[in-house]
């Protein structure tokens, strides 16, 4: 398509955007409401703005419209920031399977946000980037966990143009000022700079990416040892650093209860992990665990709870399909346990 060379026609191609955006077919309803999120039992708070704002509006009827204007018009879902800072709990997923297909699934199903795992995850910087253009198309917010706390994968984690990023093996303060440093441009910190051209800044077209970068990106510390519970206070004190990561699984095996991360010693620590990141004025998040659902994390005061992978829920599924089948064999057919069911009900393909 040519470019547009006048605002009028500028404005003229985004009125008719709005005209489409009102006289939607019902197909094409159907599939943008698959992207609005959904509420679960949890009563956790989920606010996705994803209508057009007064200024959208006022903007796009202007007569000096430009095209890039017009693009931006469109208001952008609150940041994980802001979200907190209005005193939201927010509920996520942690994605492994490095699928865009899961991770498309996952912003549809109304997650607040999705963390992309590249520490245990088998995918790589180039996998993530499919998935978080999976999660963009759903307004989702994807946070890159890294495989380790360098300024190497900083970068080129952070240039992608995630909402958070998350360290993990945070032992010290000193290791968590390190950590913002890699996230700072010079003079506070040591990030290379590529930001005219990277998908963070919009490949360049984002003239305010400069200006708002350290307002709207989420730096994660992860406290998953002895040693980080002990500095938990001292590293969610440090300057940056927005939320601190508990990492029960890691403690427990570091405590040497790799196969109990209920025991209570396990619980106990992780308690004063809590009481310290709290009283050092980060956002505490976390894991869910089969002993600690994410109900009980909310109660005791943590502001992000990962609720669950994509890995264990297909696994979990598959399981009990498969579990389901097997019964059945011992025990007869669906309609010997079951009873028969209504002969006009149809199979759910047909």
Same mark, same amino acid.
């Given at each position: 398509?040519?470019?547009?060379?006048?605002?009028?026609?500028?404005?003229?191609?985004a009125?008719?955007?709005l005209?489409?955006?009102?006289?939607?077919? #019902?197909?094409? $309803?159907?599939?943008?409401?698959?992207?609005?999120?959904v509420?679960?039992?949890?009563?956790?708070?989920?606010?996705?703005?994803?209508? %057009?704002?007064i200024?959208?509006?006022?903007?796009?009827?202007?007569?000096?419209?430009? /095209?890039?204007?017009?693009?931006? &018009?469109?208001?952008a879902?609150?940041?994980?920031?802001?979200?907190? *800072?209005?005193?939201?709990t927010?509920? +996520?997923?942690?994605?492994?399977?490095?699928? #865009? /297909?899961?991770?498309?699934? &996952? +912003?549809?199903?109304?997650?607040?946000?999705?963390?992309?795992?590249?520490?245990?995850?088998?995918?790589?910087?180039?996998?993530?980037?499919?998935? %978080?253009? &999976?999660?963009?198309?759903? *307004? /989702?917010?994807?946070?890159?966990?890294?495989?380790?706390?360098?300024?190497? !994968?900083?970068?080129?984690? %952070?240039?992608?143009? #995630? *909402?958070?990023?998350?360290?993990?093996?945070? =032992?010290?303060?000193?290791?968590?000022?390190?950590?913002?440093?890699?996230?700072?441009?010079?003079?506070?910190?040591?990030?290379?700079?590529?930001?005219?051209?990277?998908?963070?800044?919009?490949?360049?077209?984002?003239?305010?990416?400069?200006?708002?970068? /350290?307002?709207? %990106?989420?730096?994660m510390?992860?406290?998953?040892?002895?040693?980080?519970?002990?500095?938990?206070?001292?590293?969610?004190?440090?300057? +940056?650093?927005?939320?601190?990561?508990?990492?029960?699984?890691?403690?427990?095996?570091?405590? @040497?209860?790799? !196969?109990?991360?209920?025991?209570?010693?396990?619980?106990?620590?992780?308690?004063?992990?809590?009481?310290?990141?709290?009283?050092?004025?980060?956002?505490?998040?976390?894991?869910?665990?089969?002993?600690?659902?994410?109900i009980?994390?909310?109660?005791?005061?943590?502001?992000?709870?990962? +609720?669950?992978?994509?890995?264990?829920?297909?696994?979990?599924?598959?399981?009990?399909?498969?579990?389901?089948? $097997?019964?059945?064999?011992? *025990? @007869?057919?669906?309609?010997?346990?079951? @009873?028969? $069911?209504?002969?006009? =009900?149809?199979? !759910?393909?047909?």
């Amino acid at each position: 398509m040519p470019a547009l060379s006048t605002a009028g026609s500028a404005t003229t191609t985004a009125t008719s955007s709005l005209a489409l955006l009102n006289h939607e077919k #019902p197909a094409s $309803k159907l599939l943008r409401s698959l992207s609005n999120p959904v509420k679960f039992p949890l009563n956790f708070k989920t606010v996705k703005n994803r209508k %057009l704002s007064i200024e959208a509006k006022s903007a796009i009827s202007s007569s000096n419209l430009s /095209t890039t204007n017009a693009v931006s &018009a469109f208001s952008a879902p609150s940041s994980l920031k802001s979200r907190l *800072q209005n005193g939201e709990t927010l509920y +996520g997923i942690f994605l492994l399977s490095f699928s #865009p /297909t899961i991770a498309e699934i &996952a +912003g549809q199903s109304g997650y607040d946000f999705a963390v992309v795992d590249m520490e245990h995850g088998p995918g790589g910087i180039t996998d993530a980037l499919h998935c %978080l253009r &999976a999660l963009a198309a759903t *307004q /989702t917010p994807a946070i890159l966990r890294l495989p380790e706390s360098s300024p190497t !994968w900083a970068k080129k984690a %952070l240039d992608l143009g #995630p *909402q958070g990023i998350m360290f993990p093996m945070i =032992e010290s303060p000193k290791m968590a000022r390190k950590a913002v440093s890699y996230c700072r441009f010079p003079p506070e910190g040591i990030r290379g700079s590529a930001h005219t051209v990277v998908r963070a800044s919009g490949y360049g077209n984002d003239e305010g990416y400069l200006s708002n970068y /350290t307002d709207e %990106l989420l730096i994660m510390c992860q406290v998953e040892s002895e040693e980080g519970v002990k500095k938990a206070e001292e590293i969610s004190a440090v300057d +940056g650093v927005d939320c601190v990561q508990m990492g029960p699984l890691d403690l427990s095996a570091s405590m @040497g209860y790799l !196969w109990d991360p209920g025991h209570k010693k396990v619980r106990e620590m992780m308690r004063e992990a809590e009481r310290g990141v709290l009283e050092g004025g980060a956002y505490l998040c976390g894991f869910a665990m089969p002993h600690d659902g994410p109900i009980n994390l909310k109660t005791r005061g943590y502001h992000m709870v990962s +609720g669950t992978v994509d890995l264990g829920l297909f696994r979990n599924a598959a399981v009990d399909d498969v579990r389901k089948f $097997k019964m059945s064999l011992i *025990q @007869g057919s669906d309609d010997e346990v079951g @009873g028969s $069911k209504d002969g006009d =009900e149809k199979y !759910w393909s047909e």
